[in-house]
């Protein structure tokens, strides 16, 4: 519990509007464990961290500008959350490693990983048009990962 609420400290000097939740990986499908291989043996939990897309009130701007800005505003912070916790799980003892925002191949193995992350935490889930759509805010969240070996308590996937 307290180092759910170092965490939370560390997002709220960010944000307001996140999602966090713990994931088991070993919950994963058998195929989709696969497909990640040694990276789940090494890291078989995994923190989702999600940051809502605000609502702008519409402009003369266009739609594809205001996503991009929104996007990559949301990236940096997710960026400077995920730095501080690794650095604090691995001055823990434990391994960290923050999942990239970047598509690693044509496969999107990391784009996949977030979701699969953020599905297995409880957080949201993954519709058929594989978006990954959250109760209290739809499918306007920015997603990022971090894979650990951490002694967590992990979350319970949603069930939809």
Known sequence: MQFEDT???IIEKECEDYFLGVADLSLAKKAVIQQY????????????I???????????????????????????????ITTKLSGLLQNGGYKAF?????????????????????NLAGLAWIEKNDLLV???????????TVLTDAPLESDKPMNF
């Open 37 to 48: 291989g040694s990276l789940i043996d090494k890291y078989p939990l995994a923190i989702s």
């Open 50 to 80: 999600g940051l809502t897309l605000p609502i702008i009130v519409q402009n003369q701007l266009s739609r594809t500008y205001k996503n991009t800005v929104l996007y990559n505003e949301t990236d940096k912070q997710l960026d400077i």
């Open 98 to 118: 923050s999942v990239p925002k970047i598509e690693m191949n044509e496969e999107k193995i990391f784009i996949n990983l977030h979701k699969l992350a953020a």
């Open 134 to 144: 959250t109760p209290e805010a739809g499918s306007r969240v920015n997603w990022a």
């Open 7 to 9: 965490v939370r400290k």
